[in-house]
């Protein structure tokens, strides 16, 4: 059997197995910007079914039995449906706080939660923000600690669409072995890309949300405004209820909050940049 | 339970529904539901009109308050106070009344 090492994820441990190597190395490659365990760490498991040539893949709590996540997997598709399980369960680690369905990026001034719904350029404007060397706390997923009004890193992979990386230069070249386990999205870890990775929680400078527009233009928003569009693009709002609320409410009070309009992601970046300093 | 047009008139007293969050923000708030996940947007004009839809309040006297906040006679924002509060009756927000199918 092959593994990676343990991986921390918020409040979530992991390690990945497989009788597979180059797909443990490939999810060694996504995730190698995230720390270390801190614990005893649960173990995420694909194993090839040699008669179908798909993945089964299963969960291994560090106390308790294996439970079956998806029964079969093709090759195309295992590594986005680990990130989605490694998603869900550091998301439920933290399911207390107000985590935002958001890119985090950040520099001297701090950290701009960029948020969004699917499709919405969050991902890509994090890898081009990744290759300008900008900080890199988060994709898809933004913690915030209401108290202290920092974002906690959570360095999952980069997720790269095949429209956003139309976008984008100088992507990492991925052997055909690895790209095999991608399908149309790439995970790219940010380092890769050129970010910093960051280990310790980062100051919220600003919360922004993300539109297409065809005239690119960056709009303050009232304090009302953005506590409603934080409640829109939350992920633990509607299963916590009133704590979760009184979280966004404490952001949307401190964090200046904007709308975004742009129609390309260096319009974006233009605009993000005095936000993030540097 | 009756519809928002069935009930509100001017002698309603409307009462916030128990699973509704309210959060007042510089003049404007959000209201969010916890039960239908819904989240409102509210101006100046319609937060100030949630704040005194208290369980004591009828419409009338929510139009009267209204007004005095603006310095506008109370006949001309009455209507548009009882159509705000049936809006939030429609939205599912007020004790009592039915929501609109879809609203």
Not at chain 1, 73 to 91: D, K, Q, Y
Not at chain 1, 206 to 217: M, R
Not at chain 2, 8 to 21: Q, W
Request: glycine share 8%; hydrophobic share 45%.
């Amino acid at each position: 059997m092959n593994t990676t090492r343990g991986f921390q994820a918020l409040g979530f441990s992991f390690r990945f197995e497989s009788n597979d190597s180059t797909l443990v190395e490939v999810i060694d490659r996504c995730y190698r910007d995230m720390p270390a365990s801190d614990r005893e760490p649960n173990v995420l498991r694909a194993m090839t079914q040699f008669d179908s040539g798909a993945y089964e893949i299963t969960f291994e709590a560090a106390s308790g039995g294996p439970e079956v996540c998806e029964p079969m997997v093709f090759t195309a598709g295992v590594v986005s449906v680990v990130a989605w399980e490694v998603n869900h369960r550091a998301e439920e680690s933290r399911s207390s706080w107000p985590v935002m369905h958001a890119t985090v990026t950040a520099g001297p001034r701090g950290a701009v939660a960029l948020c969004g719904q699917s499709h919405s350029g969050k991902s890509t404007i994090a890898a081009a923000a990744a290759q300008l060397g900008w900080q890199h706390l988060s994709d898809d997923l933004g913690p915030i600690d209401a108290a202290t009004l920092c974002v906690h890193p959570y360095a999952r992979p980069v997720m790269l669409r095949k429209g956003g990386r139309d976008y984008l230069d100088n992507l990492p070249v991925l052997a055909h072995d690895y790209r095999q386990f991608f399908g149309d999205d790439w995970f790219v870890a940010a380092s890769e890309l050129g970010a910093t990775a960051v280990l310790e929680p980062v100051p919220l400078a600003a919360v922004v949300f993300l539109e297409w527009g065809d005239v690119a233009s960056l709009e303050p928003m009232s304090k009302a405004a953005t506590l409603h569009a934080l409640v829109l693009n939350s992920t633990t709002l509607a299963s916590v209820g009133e704590p979760v609320f009184r979280g966004l409410e404490r952001v949307a009070e401190h964090v200046p909050g904007y709308c975004l309009r742009f129609g390309h992601v260096a319009e974006a970046i233009d605009l993000i940049q005095p936000l993030v300093g540097g | 339970m009756p519809s928002a047009d069935e009930v509100i008139v001017a002698d309603f007293v409307a009462v916030p529904g128990a699973s509704v969050l309210v959060s007042y923000l510089d003049n404007e708030a959000v209201l969010y539901d916890t039960a239908s996940q819904r989240s409102v947007l509210l101006n100046v004009t319609a937060a100030l009109i949630w704040s005194l839809c208290d369980g004591k309040n009828s419409v009338g006297e929510v139009s009267l308050l209204t007004a005095e906040a603006f310095a506008v006679p109370s006949e001309e924002v009455a209507r548009e106070v009882e159509n705000v509060i049936k809006n939030f009756g429609d939205l599912g927000l007020l004790q009592g009344i039915d929501p609109l199918p879809n609203s």
